[in-house]
């Protein structure tokens, strides 16, 4: 911490003084001119406090840094993804949502992929989630649409409410 008489030294005094002067004598008014005094004075004082660092204090980082499966990288690129403007929401977050599907319907099984159990996939999902989920994925989905996949594929879960909630 610093030490309070520190804090005002000699130096700032006089420079405050000068400016003060400075500006007074180029046609400033009594008190503005301290004001500008006043404020180059603190300008300067809070310069000199910032400490940067020597030359070669600054490094790069060269090597790349490992990606742990999971965690706060795949929330924030999945995040990313699910706003893009007027277009939909983003690939990443369309193919989560297929493969969520997938895992879901296997375990009634059903394949998302094969025609002959979209009858039974639209009586479980619906038909309007069912053509979300097989549209192509390049396509943007809209946020509302993600949301009401994820909605009807979560009354898929056959875990029950107690275990889902730990």
Known sequence: MTDPSKLVRFRDIATMLAVSGAAWYFGAN?????????AVT????????????????????VERRA???GGR???????SSLSRGWRGTGV???????????????LQHLDLK?????????????????????????QGMRLRSLVHCLD???TLDPAPRRLRDR
């Open 30 to 38: 009594v008190w503005t001119a301290v004001l500008i005094g006043g």
């Open 42 to 61: 603190i300008v300067l004082r809070a310069a000199s406090l910032i400490s940067v660092p020597e030359e070669g204090g600054f490094r790069w980082r």
């Open 67 to 69: 990606r742990a499966k």
């Open 73 to 79: 990288s795949d929330v924030a690129n999945l995040a």
């Open 92 to 106: 990443t977050a369309n193919r989560r949502l297929v493969e969520l599907a997938r895992r879901r319907l296997a």
């Open 114 to 138: 094969n025609p002959d159990h979209r009858p039974q996939i639209e009586q479980l999902l619906g038909r309007r989630a069912y053509r979300s989920l097989t549209r192509n994925e390049y």
């Open 152 to 154: 009807v594929l979560d």
